[in-house]
């Protein structure tokens, strides 16, 4: 059901820092137009951290209803709280969601005893299919192959976003899982060579830049590896400079050049990025083609 490119998409902000719906209705028609082939509403690269519950809920409702089954859309529903975990499930599966992205709790660092408690507890609660999100550079727990192994013999658990950054540690998720379930690439200059050892697709922040040559390269890599290759080393320097500082304030500075949102403000404790950097991204997006 999920494979390819799947767009963690950013959540625009305007001045006041309230949501700017109108220009997330554009960037979901952008990503559909360029071919990207799932779209993941509040992620981390959608700031969900900082969106209050209510606004949380309402970004998923907005662009379920504006994609309108035209791709899926898997609802960003973690939580370090189990409970509200669940919450944030349901409501999404109440909303029309076609599937839910869990993250691993972060700060509380559970045991992977915890992991497996906490995940099978939202499965539970939900029919809706699950991708786990492991991404321990953020939420200091790093949950290992063999507790994903354990989550694959539950049903609706059904994926995992790797973001490890451990290529060692994806190709022993997909060795021990032996197909149970499908392993996305999360950390973007390592999409080519996830795909390689296995991978189905990608969720990357850099796709919210780049959506046709992303999806372009990850489907490429199933049928023609040296043209995967060659997509591959032409995207690698746009993915470095998305992480020159914390995601996604170079991703919005980049679409600001761009002119695809009028706004690149991300919610403290974030910051817009340096002036260095700014000039960093504006020279890659110039030799790319993206700004004149």
């Known amino acids: 059901m999920f494979s390819s490119s799947i767009v963690p998409i950013i959540t625009p902000f305007k001045d006041d820092y309230s949501i700017d719906y109108e220009i997330l209705a554009n960037l979901i028609e952008f990503h559909i137009q360029e071919g990207t082939k799932g779209i993941i509403p509040v992620g981390t690269t959608g700031e969900s951290a900082t969106l209050s519950y209510r606004e949380h809920s309402d970004v998923v409702k907005f662009t379920i209803d504006r994609v309108n089954k035209r791709v899926p859309v898997i609802a960003g529903a973690g939580s370090n709280s189990t409970f509200e975990a669940i919450e944030l499930v349901k409501q999404a599966e109440k909303d029309g969601a076609d599937g839910i992205l869990s993250i691993t709790p972060y700060y509380n660092k559970p045991t992977q005893e915890g992991l497996i408690v ?33 989550l694959s013999k539950i049903d609706n658990i059904i994926g995992i976003k790797e973001a490890s950054g451990n290529l060692t540690q994806a190709a022993e998720i997909i060795r021990l899982c032996e197909g149970r379930i499908n392993v996305f690439c999360g950390e973007d200059t390592l999409a080519f060579p996830m795909m390689t050892i296995g991978a189905k697709g990608s969720i990357a922040a850099t796709a919210n830049v780049i959506p ?34 914390t995601n996604p304030a170079p991703v919005k500075e980049a679409l600001y050049l761009m002119g695809l949102i009028p706004c690149p403000k991300v919610r403290l404790p974030l910051v817009g990025v340096k002036e260095k950097t700014r ?12 700004v004149k």
Request: include cysteine; charged fraction near 25%.
């Open 118 to 150: 906490h995940f099978t507890e939202i499965a539970k609660n939900t029919k809706l299919p699950i991708i786990l999100y492991n991404v321990p550079g953020r939420t200091g727990v790093n949950m290992i192959p063999e507790t994903v192994y354990a």
């Open 212 to 245: 046709a040559d992303f999806s372009s390269m990850v489907e490429e890599a199933e049928d023609n590896i040296n043209r995967a290759r060659a997509l591959y080393y032409k995207i690698f320097p746009i993915c470095k400079a998305m992480f020159l500082e």
């Open 279 to 290: 000039e960093e991204i504006r020279s890659l997006l110039k030799s790319y083609g993206l």
